[in-house]
């Protein structure tokens, strides 16, 4: 599966943006998929993610209430929508794939397959 992130930019503190992650190689609905983000001198850390059906959603406590993870598994995308962007979400944000994640382990970035190259979003007053 190759995923491919976009979507980034520069934006100032409340704003927004959305973005998305393109799957191609593999069939999409079968895949659990993650948002991670990883700021500079930081460790990576998860984000969202979502369900191969899209019912599920899990965000981390830092997003939750401002960012949404869904998908469109017509399309072989899922997006992260950002809202009240603050500094502190600055950091490049990466997708990420995997077929048998559990429960337990859907925050966990080691339990993910494929990973796009990442897309920066900055956020500045």
């Known amino acids: 599966v190759q995923l491919q992130a976009f979507g980034g930019g520069s934006v100032q503190i409340g704003g927004s943006l959305r973005l998305s992650c393109a799957a191609s190689g593999g069939t999409f609905s079968r895949y659990s998929m993650g948002w991670f983000r990883q700021a500079p001198g930081k460790e990576r850390e998860f984000v969202a993610a979502?369900?191969?059906?899209?019912?599920?959603?899990y965000h981390a406590d830092s997003v939750k209430g401002r960012f949404t993870i869904s998908r469109d598994n017509a399309k072989s995308m899922v997006y992260l929508q950002m809202n009240s962007l603050r500094p502190e979400d600055t950091a490049n944000y990466y997708c990420?794939?995997?077929?048998?994640?559990?429960?337990?382990?859907?925050?966990?970035?080691?339990?993910?397959?494929?990973w796009g190259q990442g897309t920066l979003v900055t956020v500045s007053s």
């Open positions: 979502i369900r191969s059906s899209g019912g599920n959603t």
């Open positions: 990420a794939a995997g077929s048998r994640i559990i429960l337990s382990s859907i925050r966990n970035d080691r339990a993910y397959d494929y």
